[in-house]
């Protein structure tokens, strides 16, 4: 017993660790390693969701981002219509969204 106590603090500290270092896809990992050996953990549901949202959070934000950045370059190179198309595509993913409409 005292083994695999320690066996799933262990885990839960690796994905404590993982989560801090915004690795939030091996904090999931972690999460769902430690379901397999003990899914009575307190908490783990909530865990696993929360860490989806801010897994998600992450990946829209790396994807306005790149957005960005291409729409800079095509600014920066006067390809006004390939920025106009990434604008387009843009609003479309992410509405309202300030930056953007600045662009």
Same mark, same amino acid.
């Given at each position: 017993m005292q &083994?695999?106590?320690?066996?799933?603090?262990?885990?839960?500290?690796?994905?404590?660790l993982h989560?801090?270092?915004?690795?939030?896809?091996?904090?999931?990992?972690?999460?769902?390693?430690?379901?397999?050996?003990y899914n009575q953990y307190p908490?783990?549901?909530?865990?696993?969701?929360?860490?989806?949202?801010?897994? &998600?959070q992450q990946a829209r934000i790396e994807s306005k981002t790149r957005l960005v950045e291409q729409i800079d370059i095509c600014l920066h190179s006067s390809d006004y219509a390939r920025a106009l198309d990434l604008l387009q595509s843009a609003a479309a993913e992410f509405p309202s969204d300030p930056e953007l409409m600045e662009l």
């Open positions: &083994d695999k106590r320690d066996l799933v603090n262990s885990i839960v500290a690796r994905a404590h989560e801090e270092q915004g690795a939030y896809s091996d904090a999931l990992n972690d999460w769902e390693i430690l379901r397999t050996i908490g783990l549901t909530f865990e696993v969701e929360r860490l989806q949202k801010r897994r &998600d």
